[in-house]
């Protein structure tokens, strides 16, 4: 899979006709926008001249240029020119009934977003195949030799210079789809203070794997006592600030090297410990009877 660089837009200009030779001489759009020339060249277009009243547009996407249409994970918006939206759907292929005017399409892949101005003259349908030049990240957290469990990280993608934030994902194994480009990833282990950033770059119609290492540890907490006992932990650093609250018999915390305390209340009752972790230290911490 593909990761592309920033969102693209461009717009489709095309002249409206009255008759059959003017509808066949819009086969030239004037392609205007952000979009340098060669992504511009690379999307398709095909006019077919129909009954009128059977006007529409037929959408579709690739990744690359050289590559299949796109089935699954597209979105489509189409918009009047009063903004009104007019469609939106989510098939690979949208294929549009549509009056002869003026119209918005945008097409959504993850974090890329193309927007192109059409214009349908009447007894015409156009088939439109527009290139995203998008790809995918895959994040993968690790605390040295110690896997940290899947469900325990959230990823966050930022361009690089880290004002604009380009996709979020909580979800263990998921592609994050981004245009082409190099972006700065943050992997924020979310049951502790653990945090790591790498820059990456995405090339169009890839997917990339980036694996992250953090430099901390992992306490494991466990009471010792009534297993069906209501335990609620806290973990603060030296300076005594909270670092984490979990619940349950067990809880697994990442944390940075440095020195802790950790709290696990049991009803009326509060037991303590104190205890240094380093990084890639597995500790067990047992509370209780």
């Known amino acids: 899979m593909p990761l592309h660089e920033q969102n693209s837009r461009a717009r489709l200009h095309r002249h409206r006709s009255r008759g059959r030779s003017a509808a066949l001489a819009v086969a030239f759009f004037l392609l205007t926008g952000v979009l340098p020339a060669l992504a511009e060249a690379a999307h398709g277009l095909a006019i077919q001249m129909v009954q009128p009243g059977r006007e529409g547009l037929e959408l579709s996407a690739r990744l690359t240029p050289g590559g299949g249409p796109l089935q699954q994970n597209i979105s489509w918006t189409i918009r009047d020119t009063d903004g009104v939206t007019v469609y939106s759907g989510t098939e690979g292929t949208a294929d549009v009934s549509l009056a002869p005017g003026d119209y918005v399409v945008d097409a959504s892949y993850g974090a890329t977003l193309i927007e192109k101005l059409v214009s349908l003259p009447a007894a015409t349908r156009l088939k439109i195949n527009l290139v995203l030049d998008a790809g995918g990240l895959k994040v993968e957290p690790k605390l040295g030799k110690i896997d940290v469990p899947p469900v325990a990280s959230r990823v966050?993608?930022?361009?690089?210079?880290?004002?604009?934030?380009?996709?979020?994902?909580?979800?263990?194994?998921?592609?994050?789809?981004?245009?082409?480009?190099?972006?700065?990833?943050?992997?924020?282990?979310?049951?502790?203070?653990?945090?790591?950033?790498?820059?990456?770059?995405?090339?169009?119609?890839?997917?990339?794997?980036?694996?992250?290492?953090?430099?901390?540890?992992?306490?494991?907490?466990?009471?010792?006592?009534?297993?069906?006992?209501?335990?609620?932990?806290?973990?603060?650093?030296?300076?005594?600030?909270?670092?984490?609250?979990?619940?349950?018999?067990?809880?697994?915390v990442t944390l940075l090297p440095g020195t802790y305390t950790a709290r696990a209340a049991v009803g009326a009752e509060l037991l303590t410990a104190t205890f240094n972790i380093a990084a890639g230290e597995v500790r067990d911490i047992m509370l209780g009877n």
């Open 156 to 252: 966050r993608v930022f361009s690089m210079d880290g004002k604009r934030l380009m996709a979020v994902s909580v979800t263990p194994g998921e592609i994050i789809r981004l245009p082409e480009g190099t972006y700065r990833v943050e992997s924020q282990v979310s049951t502790g203070n653990v945090k790591a950033v790498a820059d990456v770059h995405v090339t169009a119609g890839r997917a990339a794997t980036i694996r992250i290492a953090h430099k901390a540890g992992l306490a494991r907490l466990a009471f010792v006592g009534a297993p069906n006992a209501a335990v609620r932990w806290d973990i603060e650093d030296q300076s005594g600030s909270p670092i984490a609250t979990r619940g349950g018999i067990n809880a697994n």
